[in-house]
């Protein structure tokens, strides 16, 4: 069984564009949540919609881990990603399914992306809360309320799937946010990007 068949939907922003390329994808049977601005749920909608055209306001989150000298773990998105592949993310992002709590999705993409299981950490909360919309060239949209997610890891022993993660870095968070000539040359996610900057406004 695949991650995206058992819970939470792998990668906040897998769907492919429209036009020129509308054949069949596997977003096309998945549902995300659609909510207003204050994330309050509005239904169901198809995943492939809601990341296609002008997309469609649903639910995410990212979630951010930590050792315990205050390095973030950074994920590389796999180049089979649809969009922002190879852009590097907070630790791991996705949608949580319906009755899924975001520390419930959170535990279960650590697990099957990272190999990383409850035991290896002990304080995982939601931290924060923001919506954004972004364009990636003309091949889809993000437009997300998107809850974020930190934890310590005690444990930093990993197993990522290579269907997945593309590459995994330590950095030192406060200076990965001070040096942004630097971070630039990673190119981050939008949604990381944007947690990191109102984690020190």
């Known amino acids: 069984m695949s991650s995206e068949d058992a819970g939470a939907s792998s990668g906040p922003d897998e769907a492919p564009g429209s036009g020129a390329d509308d054949e069949y994808h596997e977003?096309?049977?998945?549902?995300?949540?659609?909510?207003?601005?204050?994330?309050?749920?509005?239904g169901l909608v198809n995943r492939l919609d809601a990341h296609t055209g002008d997309g469609r306001r649903h639910r995410a989150f990212?979630?951010?881990?930590?050792?315990?000298?205050?390095?973030?773990?950074?994920?590389?998105?796999?180049?089979?990603?649809?969009?922002?592949?190879?852009?590097?993310?907070?630790?791991?992002?996705?949608?949580?399914?319906?009755?899924?709590t975001q520390v419930e999705a959170t535990r279960q993409r650590l697990e099957e992306e990272l190999g990383v299981t409850p035991d290896q950490y002990d304080d995982l909360?939601?931290?924060?809360?923001?919506?954004?919309?972004?364009?990636?060239?003309?091949?889809?949209?993000?437009?997300?309320?998107c809850a974020v997610l930190k934890a310590t890891l005690l444990d930093t022993s990993l197993d990522p799937d290579t269907d997945e993660v593309g590459g995994l870095m330590w950095v030192p968070y406060e200076r990965l946010h001070e040096h942004p000539r630097w971070y630039r040359q990673l190119r981050l996610c939008p949604w990381f990007e944007i947690a990191m900057r109102r984690d020190f406004e």
């Not at 977003?27 to 509005?42: G, L, M, S, T, Y």
């Not at 931290?127 to 997300?144: C, I, L, N, P, Q």
């Open 125 to 145: 909360r939601v931290t924060d809360r923001f919506e954004y919309k972004r364009y990636y060239m003309d091949e889809g949209v993000e437009h997300e309320v």
């Open 62 to 100: 990212t979630s951010l881990l930590f050792d315990e000298e205050g390095r973030i773990l950074l994920a590389q998105r796999s180049p089979k990603k649809r969009l922002w592949d190879t852009y590097w993310d907070g630790t791991v992002a996705s949608h949580p399914i319906q009755g899924q």
């Open 27 to 42: 977003n096309a049977e998945q549902a995300v949540i659609a909510v207003d601005e204050n994330d309050e749920e509005q």
